[in-house]
């Protein structure tokens, strides 16, 4: 993948275990940037993708521990029904390479969001117009500022 930018980032990655996360750590990182990868469970499900010289814990295990008990049934088998959702043929290296694109943007052109949709089955369509709505909201309460020339589609 060609560099995008002749200068570089450091950024902050959260979910860099494994899917989209994994695969954006990795594009950026190409691309010359200096990048922090955010993985939870690490001493459980996701101890094979951290080396255990850069992986830590949270310090607050009590939360933690409320945490997945609160969501560990919504979060159970999560993944697997969403890649049901995901068409065989899409690549999810779009998404890192979207990231890698947008980093690259100079500051103050970025949009508010961007959208990859590879299966095609309307939801980009959907954020835009979410999009459209959020910037009109910004632009009403006075956080117009927030906003780039691009975040409202």
Do not use: C, K
Request: no cysteine; glycine share 8%.
């Amino acid at each position: 993948m060609p560099s995008h930018t002749p200068s570089t980032s450091t950024i902050l990655v959260t979910g860099a275990s494994s899917g989209f996360g994994a695969l954006t750590v990795r594009a950026l990182a190409r691309a010359g940037h200096t990048v922090y990868a955010g993985i939870r469970q690490t001493a459980t499900r996701n101890a094979p993708a951290v080396d255990d010289r850069h992986a830590g814990a949270p310090a607050d295990t009590d939360r933690a521990a409320a945490y997945d008990e609160r969501y560990g049934p919504l979060l159970a088998g999560l993944n697997d029904r969403l890649a049901a959702l995901i068409p065989p043929d899409a690549d999810a290296a779009q998404v890192a390479d979207a990231v890698v694109r947008l980093v690259a943007m100079p500051a103050g052109t970025r949009p508010l969001r961007t959208h990859i949709d590879p299966s095609h089955d309307g939801s980009e369509v959907v954020s835009a117009v979410a999009d459209r709505i959020r910037a009109d909201f910004f632009r009403r309460v006075g956080l117009d500022d927030l906003l780039t020339a691009g975040s409202s589609l």
